[in-house]
């Protein structure tokens, strides 16, 4: 099956664990059946017919046995210590497979995650990704860990033990073998309809914790709108459908488990009647019988664990299926194999006939023709949806254009590492992200090795330094998660303050005002304006009052560059800009 495969390729790097794991359960085995064939000794000897003796004939039996008695007894103790000597490790083994499998799992998985592109995470919904990494991992974990790699094991037991009762009588285990195949036929088409049900039950997991990762994070809008009652019905609708879908997968589970054991009687039944055809025709002798009969109660408990594990495995496959689907992604944008270091540029920008889509068919920029030259400060205006931010984000290469080039100092952005050329560009976008953890951490998040004393001058460059100091423990006050604690202007200013002590020859600044109060403003503005002073800038701003002074402004309009200039030369022409700007001034 391919997706025992992949866990076989997971288990790849660790083969010598494997071949270990494989040793303990031959030697396992092996003490079984010698087990089994010691206890066949007691049923040689005479003291199994001494029944009826009278007590000097039965004191005479046993001393005449007593070696053959005492031998047995001490073989049957040491070839169980040996049995559960291999055990031990077998177990032991198994787990620390299943764990180190899950773990590395993990940081593949979130290696993956870092790895791909701005887009991967547009197209695919942020609660079925968590919900891949956190819910189908801890069910591969669960089922690991209780016994999965067990069925790897077991059949080799059962391979060992099956051969030596075929050793005594063969024709016992053609019994077995007529039986498997009925068995066989059966698990083949639970697990194809437990697989279906397994991936509904992985798909409906990640619903639920879509709905609560939306409200969670939107918990104020929720409440703001008076929506409780409302997501509240869709937080329990999600969860009756999972139920349904997991109740459907609990019947075929009921029921797997009854025909298994239902198969086990007729086996074990069919095994009694012809033991008892092979005594009377004296094929076989008590000690065959009762070495057999403890080799199939050995392998009777190995199938019984089998079922038991295997009832999980189709949901256990699906959930497998669902990792991969991260883990055989392949990132859209990619380094190129010979990516060179960007040295310190400059700060030239320049768009050669730059045109871009999301989906094919629908262009988001059309031919877009722009050098930005060092050092000096573009705005992009127009219309929401025309394609500013887009094409700000060709810059630090979140998105890679359909056609044309994009060049920083003359260099192909394609031809250049990711690492060189993004801490080389700072951005400054209006939904700042603080991580959870100190003030100090967070303004460090770009260079985690600067000194304390450079983070508190990129606070004050910031106008954050005077706010931070009157914190409790200043510096070291932890935020809390997505710096839920400070107010909208004193986080764009630990933002500011983060791209300050990253010293990038790039900024981009996408609307890093738009949604503060007026004094919150006035602070940011002169903080950007410090931050950008000798910096090549790319503005993104509605409000044309904070780009009045760029040195140059370029109107955009359905991905396309339709104005630029200076405001004075854009104010006076019919145009974009003048609409634009009559619009938002028509009061004043």
């Known amino acids: 099956m391919k997706g ?26 092996a003490a079984t059946a010698l087990s089994a064939a010691t206890l066949g000794q007691i049923m040689k000897s005479d003291l199994v017919t001494a ?26 103790v040491f070839f169980f210590l040996i049995r559960g000597f291999f055990g031990y490790f077998q177990n032991y083994l198994s787990k620390y497979m299943s764990q180190k499998i899950i773990m590395d799992l993990r940081i593949k998985l979130y290696i993956k995650l870092q790895m791909m592109s701005i887009g991967y995470y547009e197209r695919n919904r942020s609660g079925q990704l968590i919900s891949k990494v956190t819910n189908d ?31 005594i009588n063969w024709r016992v285990v053609a019994i077995l073998l007529f039986v498997l195949p009925l068995a066989g036929l059966f698990i083949r088409n639970f697990s194809i309809r437990m697989k279906k049900i397994g991936s509904r039950v992985q798909i409906k997991a990640g619903d639920i914790l879509q709905v609560l990762v939306e409200t969670i994070s939107a918990i104020r809008v929720v409440k703001a709108f008076n929506a409780e009652e409302r997501e509240i019905e869709r937080f329990t609708a999600e969860n009756r459908e999972s139920f349904g879908v997991t109740m459907k997968g609990a019947k075929l589970t009921s029921f797997f488990s009854p025909v298994i054991e239902l198969l086990a009687a007729i086996f074990i039944a069919g095994v009694l009647v012809f033991v008892g055809y092979e005594l009377l025709r004296g094929a076989l002798t008590q000690q065959d019988i009762g070495t057999i009969l403890f080799v199939f109660a050995q392998v009777s408990e ?35 194999a010979d990516a060179r270091e960007l040295p310190k540029v400059r700060g030239e920008i320049v768009f050669e006939g730059v045109s871009f889509a999301y989906q094919e068919g629908i262009p988001v920029l059309r031919d877009i023709n722009l050098r930005i030259n060092p050092g000096e400060m573009v705005a992009l205006i127009g219309p929401s949806g025309g394609g500013k931010t887009t094409l700000a984000n060709l810059i630090p290469r979140f998105y890679d254009p359909n056609t044309g080039v994009v060049r ?50 990129a606070a004050k460059v910031a106008n954050a330094h005077e706010f931070i100091e009157k914190l409790p423990d200043g510096y070291n006050s932890v935020v809390g998660e997505r710096g839920i604690s400070l107010s909208g202007g004193q986080r764009q200013r630990i933002s500011i303050a983060r791209a300050v002590l990253l010293n990038p020859r790039i900024l981009i600044l996408d609307e890093a005002t738009s949604a503060l109060d007026s004094e919150s403003e006035k602070l940011v503005q002169e903080a950007l304006a410090r931050l950008m002073k000798n910096r090549t800038s790319v503005v993104i701003a509605h409000r044309l009052s904070t780009v009045r002074q760029a040195d140059r402004l370029v109107a955009i309009r359905q991905g396309r560059i339709v104005q630029m200039g200076t405001h004075e030369e854009l104010i006076n022409q019919p145009g974009l800009y003048q609409t634009l700007y009559r619009r938002q001034f028509s009061e004043v």
Do not use: M
Request: a negative charge; aromatic letters at 10%.
């Open 4 to 29: 025992l495969k992949k866990l076989f390729q997971l288990a790849l790097p660790s083969w010598k664990v494997v071949v270990a794991l494989y040793i303990c359960s031959l030697f396992h085995s």
């Open 137 to 167: 991992v801890d069910h591969l974990q669960s089922q690991l860990g209780g016994g999965l790699f067990q069925l790897l094991i077991q059949p080799v037991s059962i391979t060992v033990l099956l051969a030596y009762a075929a050793v």
């Open 51 to 76: 029944r009826g003796l009278s007590f000097s004939g039965l004191t005479g039996v046993y001393f005449e046995q007593y070696p053959t008695v005492y031998l047995t007894a001490g073989a049957i």
């Open 302 to 336: 190995q199938i019984r664990q089998i079922s038991t594990t295997f009832s999980g495995i189709p949901h256990t496959l699906a959930a497998l299926e669902r990792v991969y689907s991260i883990l055989d992604e392949e990132p859209e944008i990619k380094e190129a």
């Open 408 to 457: 920083i100092d003359g260099y192909d952005l394609k031809e250049v590492t990711f690492a060189s050329l993004r801490r080389q560009i700072g951005v400054v976008a209006q939904d700042t992200i603080l991580f959870a953890g100190t003030i100090a951490s967070n303004i460090a998040y770009g260079k985690p090795e600067a000194s304390l004393e450079e983070i508190i001058e």
